[in-house]
């Protein structure tokens, strides 16, 4: 036995483990423990594991304050928290002033496809109230100012309004060509987006605001999105996004 090693006994009659210790003078002497004392280092072992596994969230755990959380959210955030970075990019604006910012759609559904923004943080149409009226008619006054200087305005038609149910955070309003004429509409769910009842008129919005103080959204909206494609300028029924592109340059010859 080398100094430090334990030598266990087993004795159906009286178990106990010997020790033997290093004397400095040379001299080794073992000492006796009792069961009890040799029963609780064992349980010890056997808890130590679950004790370590216990102290592992510790290791991990770190403190974050409120601002630290808000700007991780914001930088690694959902991807429906995209437009809160776009409208801070210089290379996305296209216009702005102390109320309202306007950037190009990232996706644009259209040849042309801006979207107005509030400097000011609210989440959706559900967020709004009359006391924002101001605001909206604000907006609306930059949608039409976008429109204006285009230079296909007097060729093109423009709608200016908001999805009932958008995908993306921070209110925004669509200023958008009908021509419909971009490789980023792909599917239903655009087309109908843009050419149904789930794309509310501006001027609508302002005026629930101004009579209700709120924005309602009609149940079953989002059904909306499932209707077949239908062209927006004669009500044909198309049976595919490509045939009814196809469909579209007859109304808009390049």
Not at 186 to 192: C, L, V
Request: hydrophobic share 30%.
């Amino acid at each position: 036995m080398k100094p430090g090693q334990q030598l266990h006994i087993v004795n159906q009659l009286y178990p106990y483990t010997v020790q033997f210790k290093e004397d400095p003078s040379g001299n080794h002497s073992g000492t006796k423990r009792p069961r009890e004392a040799v029963s609780a280092e064992r349980e010890s072992h056997r808890e130590a594991p679950s004790m370590k596994a216990a102290k592992q969230p510790e290791k991990v755990s770190v403190s974050v304050s409120h601002a630290e959380a808000t700007k991780n959210s914001e930088s690694f955030g959902h991807w429906s928290q995209g437009l809160k970075t776009s409208m801070q990019d210089p290379k996305m604006q296209v216009y702005k002033d102390d109320k309202v910012v306007v950037i190009k759609d990232k996706y644009p559904k259209a040849r042309y496809h801006w979207l107005v923004l509030p400097w000011q943080a609210i989440p959706s149409l559900k967020a709004l109230r009359d006391e924002h009226c101001d605001l909206l008619r604000h907006m609306q006054k930059v949608a039409d100012q976008m429109i204006e200087q285009c230079p296909h305005a007097t060729t093109l038609r423009f709608r200016t309004g908001y999805h009932a149910i958008p995908s993306m955070s921070h209110v925004h309003l669509h200023v958008i060509s009908q021509d419909f004429n971009s490789p980023c509409l792909k599917n239903k769910k655009h087309w109908n987006s843009f050419t149904t009842d789930y794309f509310i008129e501006s001027q609508d919005v302002i005026q629930m605001l101004e009579t209700n103080g709120k924005v309602a959204i009609k149940e079953g909206t989002s059904e909306l999105l499932k209707l077949p494609l239908r062209c927006h300028m004669c009500c044909k029924e198309l049976p595919t996004v490509p045939a009814l592109k196809e469909h579209l340059k007859s109304h808009f010859p390049s």
